[in-house]
């Protein structure tokens, strides 16, 4: 069995508070974008073996994806064990969920293979266990994620907008970013049903203008060579540039093809991981 694992960028990212355990409450709207590793699994006799492509990728328990084998091997009782193979093309590290989006291919494909009948909504649900960002992955395309980004409202998509992807030559930590975050120190929050409304009328005008991610704050501060980037592509004709999770891939919509091939010809000297896709 062999799927393709989509990455995310945010078109917003929004902080309403903190839990009790320390999790961020957010509002977020995710986009699935055509970048994508490939995952394939395998039935074995038994246990779970992982192989990638990449070899600084973790293939033992650390991996998302290996948790979801183990997760789905353990609520379902299933009784073989699998092999897991992922080519791995989505920047790591990168605010992207490239981790996350492996271990929701794994669920679903393992759904395929062992439970034909277990639902969507079922696996998103289990999924939280391994990251709060694997039931978006499980739906992918354009959705307002709350909570901690559990509750999910699917929206209208937002289809083929082109972009140009750019990941630094270095990675960050999720988790230190959140730890490093003030929400005192917030002036103005993402316009979080604005935004909404555009998408409904598929208004990337203004979804540039407009997009905003808290993370910004604590990630740019600390590395302006994304402000940098982010500079670059606006001067490169670019309609609007952030922030993509907790950084540090910056991603860029364009109105034509030329004008992001453009771009990406500039910036392929500088940046090993760049990429020009499109929503989808
Ligand atoms: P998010 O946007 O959900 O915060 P991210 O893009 O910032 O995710 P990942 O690429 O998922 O981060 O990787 C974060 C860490 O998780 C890395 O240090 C990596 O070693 C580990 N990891 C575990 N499983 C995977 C996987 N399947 N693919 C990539 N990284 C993984």
């Known amino acids: 069995m062999i ?11 929004d902080i309403i508070g903190k839990q009790e355990n320390g999790y961020h409450i957010l509002k977020m709207i995710m986009q699935s974008i055509d970048l994508y590793d490939i995952v394939s699994v395998e039935k074995a006799v038994e246990g779970i073996s992982l192989t990638c492509n990449k070899s600084y990728i973790p293939t033992d328990d650390k991996n998302i994806a290996y948790r979801a084998a183990k997760l789905f091997i353990d609520r379902y009782k299933v009784e073989s064990g699998v092999k897991i193979n992922i080519v791995k093309n989505i920047p790591v590290a990168a605010g992207m969920a490239g981790g996350s989006t492996d271990g929701a291919a794994v669920l679903k494909l393992m759904r395929d293979l062992f439970k034909p009948e277990v639902s969507n909504k079922e696996l998103e649900k289990i999924s939280v266990e391994i990251g709060a960002d694997v039931p978006f992955c499980i739906e992918g395309g ?15 998509p937002f289809k083929d907008k082109i972009l140009v992807v750019v990941k630094p030559n270095f ?63 606006m001067s490169m004709g670019a309609k609007g540039a952030m922030m993509s999770g907790s ?34």
């Open 3 to 13: 799927s393709k694992a989509y990455a995310k960028i945010n078109l917003s990212l």
């Open 142 to 156: 354009t959705v307002l994620c709350e909570g901690i980004g559990e509750v999910m409202t699917k929206l209208q």
């Open 171 to 233: 990675g960050v930590s999720t988790k230190e970013v959140y730890k490093a975050f003030d929400l005192d120190k917030v002036a103005k929050h993402p316009e979080t049903k604005e935004l909404i409304d555009a998408i409904k009328k598929d208004d990337l005008d203004f979804i540039c203008d407009n997009m905003k991610n808290l993370l910004e704050n604590v990630t740019l501060n600390k590395y302006p060579l994304i402000k940098q980037i982010k500079r670059e592509l």
């Open 247 to 280: 950084g540090p891939t910056v991603f860029a919509f364009f109105d034509d093809m030329l004008q992001a091939q453009r771009a990406y010809d500039q910036l392929k000297a500088n940046y090993k991981e760049i990429f020009i896709t499109r929503t989808i």
